[in-house]
């Protein structure tokens, strides 16, 4: 004698769709553009501290506040290089290769 047993249902784990925040900060362009217009404003900041590093040194001939104008210029300058490194890590995607099945049909 053979008991059979009713197959119950599944219940699947329901997927909620990402809310605003989630997508937009999954939204690789607008990272980049974010970074590239820091990026952008940061390089102007350096062109505004040399410009006050050169005309103290025309002024004055140099002081204090000429080498600090140069040290935040440069700091300016190197940040930019860094936001450039960071949008290329930001650009880096998950590399796609073709799968490629041998034909087993031909021997």
Known sequence: MEMQ???????LPRQTAPNWLTRLLANR???????????FITYLCSFLFFGLAIADI?????????????????YFVVQ???????????????????IDFPDRRSR
């Open 5 to 11: 047993v009713e197959p119950n249902p599944i219940e």
């Open 29 to 39: 362009q607008l990272w980049k553009n974010a970074i590239y217009s820091v990026a």
């Open 58 to 74: 025309r002024e004055t001939g140099g002081t204090l506040a000429a080498v600090i104008d140069l040290i935040v210029a440069m």
């Open 80 to 98: 930019v290089i860094f936001l450039f490194v960071l949008t290329g890590v930001v650009e880096r995607r998950r590399q796609t290769q073709p």
